[in-house]
């Protein structure tokens, strides 16, 4: 009997050999007692004539369980069944909750899908089929299929009765819905009002009828802040017939929160910060598409900067400020757009566009003289050249206003038509702050010139 | 009945209309019918007098339930109990969750405090003064002290049974955890094997002996990745005599996951994106902090480049190109810290400093090559001036690596330092790498200056 905490210490390596020396009994008897999740672990790094040997030792059953809680990307788990026989591997899909098994199958090609599928019992093959039409990152792709359904007309003590016998399938037995004659979703009882009502008082009596759903086109960004803003450990899927086709549940969506705020600073970062790559090649090729396209825009800033040349060559102590000002406002803009990527994604603001940009117009101002004045009192004093100061305490005050609004208004203004505000990263946003910026402080520059080198 | 989904519609207005009509048993019925989320949501916008009436119309049980599902800031909701009369306020805190109440009872003064404690029953009062010791962000500070405990010489039968008279209270009894005569934690049990088990099988018999817990100051980052990793419902947590004090539930964690990614995010654009205020001087003060003192370091730069001033009076082509290689750097720089800060808050890399440093060299390296060559080619044919592409792309060569070294050096420096790594910010690494951009760019370009001018 352990007291044991945090397994860090699972005897993975021990388990690993007993594979290696083919002892298949002590194998499973080790491998079994696991968790899913430590066995995902083990299985993942097995090589491929361990793996060979974990399809012979365990059911496909057993195997299913483990699958389920495999974290890898699926088209990695896809090649797992290439190497099982069309039977096992059918069996392995069956045994499976249908909304990982249909992640997987979404990558294995359209032959081996129609074996695995033939081999399926009839009405597991049509849900299958049915949900690899699902859209990415809608309900209906991430709900799982096995879940509990009891009709409203009976007592609390034959509900309980069926409960027992779904819980061996069934991805929670916490939640029971309720459907009708027509198999209409209700209501919903909780276990724990099944359990402590009377055994002889009516579904009808004790379910919520306030039962919450969402549809199946629905996206997993909302079907994942309801049930965290009303503590669900699930929530039912249905069709545009209200009839209740399927689940989500909690473990579910804490993935679908990771997986969107991961999205979100990537997208501030412009690069894929999921690379678990220490490959430098790999890393590299992720991050060298963004950096060169920047380049390029970065260029029309050089372009720009080129431009007035000789405004410089008569001025150089204008260069000197050229990166303070570009800095500070990319570093304004960023900031403007990681709030605005941020209240996108709670979408807890719906006050409009026109109320988010005046807030984000007067932030700007404030937030501009303040830095501008600074900076005028340093450069004046520094420089002891207070026209300079002005130049560039105004310059930088504009590009601030303008980086703040090109912050908020650019990701508003993607969500607004239909794309991810985060693809418009930060980078991005820096880098175009850096030519609007780089305009205004040479064209203000070059309006003051003679009172700046005339000093 | 209702087949209602998504509830946006819930009749918030009307109910706090009832209110200000002072009809009282109308409010009740359609308060107390909504889900407590919503209860939340209604009462954070009532004002102050018809707050004074929620107190009179709803018992402090009915409240402490609203309460529970606050999500404003503790510190605001403790605001509320000062509108209490005293015996309120304690009755709604005995109600709630210990750890809501004690979450909210740290923002309270210690006067009141001490009032409230006194008219609780004497365990509550111990428990709460117990839980305001623990750390914040510990697994103390977030744990719920109201779960099942069974022993373990019992069948099946009576378990259920003690179940059916906890569920009134316990934030979960979908787990109950087994303890032996010293109180010790030495299973689990969840209700799905209670209730396909045998009736008369013994606990001991049911029971998960592997059971995992976590201790009462761990980190609260590590219990959401166990729960997470494992799909747990809800963990136990024990203190150093392996008895067990508390549970903390899946709801709980999905908060944290949320509260550590809006960190990293907020670290990464220099700005606490959590800013939920329309009123721009409360946006600008928090976000200018940060960007007067990016301003003051870069100010650093800007002396740098003054030093040079000769040389870009000489070459003012020079100047053309510094926000290029500023901005590559910067944006490289900002990549390579989302990945590092990413990888240390996922805590799956356990290759060590080393490690990750040759690989984000090796990357760097490569980066640099291919954005350097890319540039050489564009400026050396722009301004038909190989010399200058060559001085531009070593420069930009130079600048990527360093910038790359310095956002995955910085970040893991400081989390070996013990400080949160996310404070690192972008804006940070993107100024600091202005800096040792401008300096390799000046060094470079006067190495080659009769090059550049004499052509």
């Known amino acids: 009997?352990?007291?044991?905490?945090?397994?860090?210490?699972?005897?993975?390596?021990?388990?690993?050999?007993?594979?290696?020396?083919?002892?298949?009994?002590?194998?499973?008897?080790?491998?079994?007692?696991?968790?899913?999740?430590?066995?995902?672990?083990?299985?993942?790094?097995?090589?491929?004539?361990?793996?060979?040997?974990?399809?012979?030792?365990?059911?496909?059953?057993?195997?299913?369980?483990?699958?389920?809680?495999?974290?890898?990307?699926?088209?990695?788990?896809?090649?797992?069944f290439k190497e099982m026989s069309t039977k096992y591997a059918a069996g392995v899909i069956s045994e499976m909750y249908?909304?990982?098994?249909?992640?997987i199958l979404a990558y294995v090609d359209s032959v081996s899908l129609n074996k695995y599928l033939r081999l399926l019992p009839r009405e597991d093959a049509a849900e299958i089929k049915e949900m690899l039409h699902y859209e990415d990152k809608t309900a209906g792709a991430i709900m799982a299929t096995e879940f509990v359904k009891i009709i409203v007309n009976q007592t609390a003590r034959s509900a309980l009765h069926v409960l027992k016998k779904a819980a061996v399938d069934a991805e929670t037995i916490y939640y029971s819905y309720v459907v009708d004659a027509d198999d209409k979703l209700i209501g919903v009882v909780t276990l724990r009002d099944l359990l402590i009502s009377d055994d002889d008082l009516l579904i009808e009596e004790i379910m919520n009828d306030q039962v919450m759903s969402v549809k199946v086109d629905d996206d997993q960004e909302d079907v994942a802040k309801t049930i965290r803003d009303y503590n669900f450990l699930a929530i039912p899927v249905t069709d545009y017939d209200e009839k209740m086709i399927g689940i989500i549940t909690v473990d579910d969506i804490i993935d679908v929160i990771d997986e969107e705020s991961a999205e979100d600073y990537s997208g501030l970062a412009g690069v894929d910060t999921e690379e678990s790559s220490n490959n430098p090649f790999?890393?590299?090729?992720?991050?060298?598409?963004?950096?060169?396209?920047?380049?390029?825009?970065?260029?029309?800033?050089?372009?720009?900067?080129?431009?007035?040349?000789?405004?410089?060559?008569?001025?150089?102590?204008?260069?000197?400020?050229?990166?303070?000002?570009?800095?500070?406002?990319?570093?304004?803009?960023?900031?403007?757009?990681?709030?605005?990527?941020?209240?996108?994604?709670?979408?807890?603001?719906?006050?409009?566009?026109?109320?988010?940009?005046?807030?984000?117009?007067?932030?700007?101002?404030?937030?501009?003289?303040?830095?501008?004045?600074?900076?005028?009192?340093?450069?004046?004093?520094?420089?002891?050249?207070?026209?300079?100061?002005?130049?560039i305490g105004l310059a930088m005050m504009c590009a601030i206003v303008v980086a703040n609004l090109a912050g908020s208004i650019i990701p508003m203004a993607m969500d607004k038509m239909g794309f991810d505000p985060a693809v418009a990263s930060g980078p991005f946003i820096?880098?175009?702050?850096?030519?609007?910026?780089?305009l205004i402080y040479f064209n203000i520059a070059s309006l003051f010139l003679s009172f700046i080198v005339g000093k």
Chains 1, 2 share one sequence.
């Open 282 to 391: 790999k890393s590299a090729s992720k991050r060298l598409p963004w950096l060169v396209t920047l380049l390029f825009l970065g260029m029309s800033t050089a372009t720009l900067i080129s431009h007035y040349e000789q405004l410089v060559s008569e001025a150089s102590i204008l260069a000197v400020f050229i990166s303070s000002i570009t800095g500070t406002a990319g570093n304004a803009g960023t900031q403007s757009l990681a709030v605005a990527v941020r209240k996108l994604a709670s979408k807890d603001d719906e006050e409009g566009l026109v109320r988010t940009i005046i807030t984000e117009l007067l932030t700007g101002l404030i937030i501009g003289v303040t830095t501008g004045l600074t900076i005028f009192i340093i450069v004046g004093i520094w420089k002891n050249n207070f026209v300079l100061g002005f130049v």
């Open 1 to 80: 009997m352990g007291d044991r905490e945090k397994r860090d210490s699972y005897p993975k390596d021990q388990i690993v050999e007993l594979l290696n020396q083919q002892q298949a009994t002590k194998f499973r008897e080790q491998f079994l007692m696991l968790h899913v999740y430590e066995q995902a672990l083990i299985f993942v790094d097995l090589d491929e004539k361990q793996r060979a040997r974990a399809y012979r030792y365990l059911t496909p059953a057993e195997l299913a369980d483990t699958f389920n809680a495999i974290e890898e990307e699926p088209e990695d788990v896809a090649e797992y």
């Open 430 to 438: 820096s880098t175009l702050s850096d030519l609007t910026s780089v």
């Open 98 to 103: 249908t909304d990982n098994a249909v992640d």
